[in-house]
């Protein structure tokens, strides 16, 4: 099993990016999918999450800004960032779990992690 993120980069506050998600190995589509975003010297927190039916959930300080979405044939999900914050600024993981869970933004739910795509929010 392997995801491999791809698409970050900087941007200036206000600006947008979207990285995505590539899962290989197994079929992710039974299965909830989540973004975390992660600075130095903290652990990982959830950003927004989808399960197999396609809802979302979403970190409070980001709804209305970040959308979630998958594309089950291909194998990938996104993560659309809209009117980025420095403080958002960080290495970004996308992350599959290995079983049934409900929605969800813990960590520790999520057993398959991308390598992270860095995303800096600077002017």
């Known amino acids: 099993v392997e995801l491999v993120e791809a698409g970050g980069g900087t941007v200036q506050p206000g600006g947008s990016l979207g990285p995505l998600c590539v899962a290989s190995g197994y079929r992710f589509w039974p299965y909830p999918l989540g973004w975390f975003h992660q600075v130095p010297g903290k652990g990982p927190e959830g950003v927004a999450s989808i399960d197999s039916s396609g809802r979302t959930k979403y970190a409070d300080s980001v709804k209305g800004r970040f959308t979630i979405s998958k594309d089950n044939a291909h194998n990938t999900f996104y993560l659309q960032m809209n009117n980025l914050k420095p403080e958002e600024t960080g290495m970004y993981y996308c992350?599959?779990?290995?079983?049934?869970?409900?929605?969800?933004?813990?960590?520790?739910?999520?057993?398959?992690w991308g390598q992270g795509t860095q995303v800096t929010v600077s002017s």
């Open positions: 992350a599959s779990t290995t079983g049934w869970t409900p929605l969800t933004l813990e960590t520790a739910r999520f057993g398959y």
